[in-house]
């Protein structure tokens, strides 16, 4: 009998060990991000969610569900004259779930039901994030959700006080919440198509407050949570972690740029900033060079743009924003690797030094990676859309193909035309763009090293 006892244990740690081998935190984090946008499209695809009691297309439904689980902000539907009070509050969901991932979300009904979270929700939630240690991830997660309804409960009270003298008390309210949670998440929903379909927040140009709020909103959630929880625990730069002072460096460098690079592009052109006084133009070219790294909540006419200022703006949406928050992209620290690699290359060092720390090969290499493979799928994407519908120029598919990748919900009013398979082509790619670039970078960093069997002699090549 204790024979036959020992057997069963033995069998019983093997399974368990087979178990944990076989867990890929990866392939449920996809699943439960389609599982998202599955149900989301399903409520949307309801007559109650509808303004006028009728039914939308499933494809709209899908294209909408996706976006906003995705957190970009493109839309085939103006989303204040064609959504009721319900399908508002779906995808508001939705965007508040997809910008803090659906683990971090389990989470808290953990914490509200007090139960004890195991092994692999631990690695889930690590994973989800972009962390490499999954140490401390319980505490962090209980930050990130009181740090997440902290700002954007200030962000909903300012802004609902600049929208009570149009939209009422109650209302004002309603358009309060949506877009705080909607700049914080990074998503691009408005609700300001009343003045005008597909118009975002070009009424409110002018109106410092709501600009200034938007931003704030849009860079904090940009930042990432584990900078937040770095920032809390520190309180210095000096002792903040590497990764926490590239994300603040890159995104201080990108924002200064871009809103010179803007300001001086658009300073003449009537179509955007050209006759606005001094401090307007100012402020709305700082909020241009902001909004493509994931925000797409724009004060200013993408499609009038002068060609100088579609190519900064997607240069700055390929970018994104910071790993392990709701924005999109290749990430501002990957793209800082990149560019510090080409400047030290070209004065001649070895290794990549960056405040005395040495980057590893192996991740500059797994930043060339993600670079490629996202080059490669707006590539892809752009020339099939092209090919589908040929009527549509060029740049301005590439420029939506970006914002999709990117997750960032610019457009050049080249979404509202689409047709049903190029609808379809964007779908993908904003999925790709939220969940593929971020599971394969993770897979890069977090992959183990095999041992070579066979070990082949080096050559070099002509480059």
């Not at 959504?83 to 971090?104: A, E, N």
Request: glycine letters at 10%; charged letters at 15%.
């Amino acid at each position: 009998m204790n024979g036959d006892a020992e057997k069963l244990d033995k069998t019983d740690h093997a399974v368990a060990k087979r178990a944990r081998k076989s867990f890929n935190p990866s392939r449920t984090l996809v699943l439960g991000f389609l599982a998202i946008i599955f149900v989301g499209a399903v409520l949307l695809k309801l007559p109650i969610s509808a303004r006028d009691g009728e039914s939308v297309p499933f494809l709209n439904a899908l294209f909408t569900a996706t976006s906003a689980t995705c957190v970009t902000g493109l839309v085939v539907v103006d989303t204040a004259v064609t959504w009721s009070v319900f399908g508002r509050i779906v995808i508001l969901c939705m965007f508040q779930i997809g910008g803090l991932g659906f683990m971090t979300v389990t989470t808290m009904f953990f914490f509200l039901m007090d139960k004890k979270i195991d092994l692999s929700h631990r690695l889930l939630m690590a994973q989800s994030m972009n962390l490499h240690d999954r140490q401390g991830i319980v505490g962090m997660m209980r930050h990130v959700l009181f740090g997440t309804l902290a700002f954007e409960g200030l962000g909903a009270i300012v802004l609902w006080t600049r929208f009570i003298p149009e939209h009422g008390v109650w209302n004002g309210l309603g358009m309060g919440i949506f877009h705080s949670v909607s700049a914080f998440c990074n998503a691009g929903f408005v609700l300001t198509g009343g003045f005008r379909r597909f118009s975002s927040l070009i009424a409110y140009s002018g109106d410092a407050v709501v600009t200034i709020t938007v931003m704030l909103l849009v860079v904090i959630g940009g930042l990432g949570f584990f900078v937040w929880e770095d920032i809390w625990r520190n309180r210095s730069f000096r002792k903040l972690h590497l990764h926490s002072k590239m994300v603040l460096s890159v995104t201080l460098f990108l924002i200064v740029i871009g809103w010179v690079l803007f300001y001086v592009a658009e300073r003449t052109n009537p179509g955007t900033i050209g006759n606005m006084s001094f401090p307007n133009a100012a402020l709305a070219s700082l909020y241009q060079s902001i909004m493509p790294r994931s925000g797409g909540m724009s004060i200013v006419n993408q499609s009038s743009l002068t060609g100088l200022s579609k190519i900064i703006a997607m240069v700055l949406m390929f970018i994104g924003g910071s790993a392990g928050s709701a924005a999109g992209g290749i990430k501002n620290v990957t793209a800082g690797i990149l560019f510090l690699t080409a400047l030290h290359s070209i004065i001649g060092k070895k290794k990549l030094t960056v405040f005395k720390r040495t980057i590893p090969e192996a991740q500059i290499v797994s930043a060339l990676s993600i670079v490629g493979m996202a080059l490669t799928a707006c590539f892809a994407g752009t020339v099939a859309i092209s090919l589908i519908q040929p009527e549509l120029p060029f740049a301005e598919v590439c420029f939506e193909m970006v914002s999709a990748i990117g997750t960032c919900g610019l457009s050049q009013g080249v979404t509202s035309a689409l047709s049903p398979a190029s609808s379809v082509i964007i779908v993908v790619f904003m999925f790709f763009g939220r969940v593929g670039i971020m599971t394969v970078g993770m897979a890069a960093f977090l992959r183990r090293n095999k041992t070579e069997k066979t070990k082949h002699p080096d050559t070099w090549v002509m480059m």
